[in-house]
C-alpha cells in the first residue's frame, strides 16, 4: 500500500453538507467545553483545566473559517475524546452514589517495650452526597465539572467520527481510479523495457554477415632485405 500525507487524502475546501447539518451542535460543545474549563479553574483542578482547555482550543480551531480543517484534524480529535471520556467516566461512575471523603487524625504516640516509638492514627471515611450545600462551593463545583466533562467528550467523539465518516466518503471516489492509473503505467513501462531488451538484444545476436563474407587476402614479400644504417 501507499501512505499519504493528510493534506493529499483529505480534499480541500469546505466539509460535506453533512457535516455543515451539525455545525450548530459543534458551537454547542464549544460552549459547554468552555463552561467546562471554567467550572475546572473554579474548582481548583488544574490537570483538568488544561486538558478542558486543549479540547477546547482544539475544537475551535477545527471549526473556524468555515470548518475546512475539519477533515484534517477529525479522527484525531475523536481518539482524544475517548480517551478523556474513559478517564472521566471511571471516576464519576464510582462516585455518582457519593463522593468518598478520607480524613487521617493523629490520636497520640507512645514507647513499646521494645524502645520503638509508635504512633496511632485515626482513619474517617465518610460518603458525602454527589451535590452537598454544606460542602461549599469549590466541592460542588467539582462535582458539576466531573458530571459535564464526559458529556462533552461523548458529544465531541460522536461529532468528530461522524465528520471524518462524511470526509472519508467524500474522499474516496478521488482514489477509485488509482489502481487502475499505476497498473497502466507500471504495464507500460514493463512493456516498453521488454521491447528496449529484444530491440537490444536483437542487436547483439545478429550475424556480421559483411564481415564474415569478406576473404582475408594476404601477399607474400618477395623482395631482398637491407640492413639499415647511419
Not at 468552555?34 to 483545566?49: I, K, Y
Not at 484534524?73 to 462516585?95: H, N, Q, R, W
Request: aromatic letters at 10%; a neutral charge.
Amino acid at each position: 500500500g501507499m501512505l499519504f500525507p493528510a493534506d493529499l487524502v483529505m480534499p480541500f475546501g469546505p466539509p460535506p453538507q453533512a457535516v455543515l447539518e451539525q455545525r450548530w451542535l459543534w458551537h454547542m460543545l464549544v460552549v459547554l467545553l468552555g463552561v467546562t474549563f471554567f467550572l475546572r479553574v473554579l474548582g481548583v483542578d488544574v490537570a483538568g483545566a488544561l486538558l478542558t482547555g486543549l479540547m477546547l482550543g482544539f475544537a475551535m480551531m477545527m471549526t473556524r473559517d468555515g470548518m475546512q480543517e475539519m477533515g484534517k484534524y477529525a479522527l484525531v480529535y475523536a481518539v482524544l475524546c475517548g480517551l478523556c471520556f474513559f478517564f472521566d467516566a471511571v471516576p464519576l461512575v464510582t462516585e455518582l452514589g457519593g463522593r468518598v471523603s478520607r480524613t487521617t487524625e493523629p490520636m497520640g504516640s507512645h514507647i513499646d517495650e521494645h524502645g520503638t516509638r509508635q504512633a496511632v492514627y485515626t482513619l474517617t471515611t465518610k460518603t458525602i452526597p454527589f451535590f452537598d450545600k454544606k460542602q461549599g462551593l469549590v466541592y460542588n463545583v467539582q462535582s458539576a465539572a466531573m458530571l459535564l466533562s464526559p458529556l462533552c467528550m461523548a458529544l465531541g467523539l460522536y461529532l468528530s467520527l461522524a465528520a471524518h465518516n462524511a470526509t472519508q466518503r467524500l474522499a474516496g471516489p478521488l482514489f477509485d481510479n488509482e489502481p487502475d492509473d499505476l497498473g497502466f503505467s507500471f504495464s507500460s513501462s514493463a512493456a516498453s523495457g521488454e521491447l528496449l531488451s529484444r530491440r537490444v538484444h536483437g542487436r547483439i545476436d545478429q550475424p556480421r554477415g559483411g564481415a564474415d563474407a569478406t576473404r582475408e587476402t594476404f601477399e607474400r614479400f618477395t623482395g631482398q632485405g637491407h640492413k639499415l644504417s647511419n
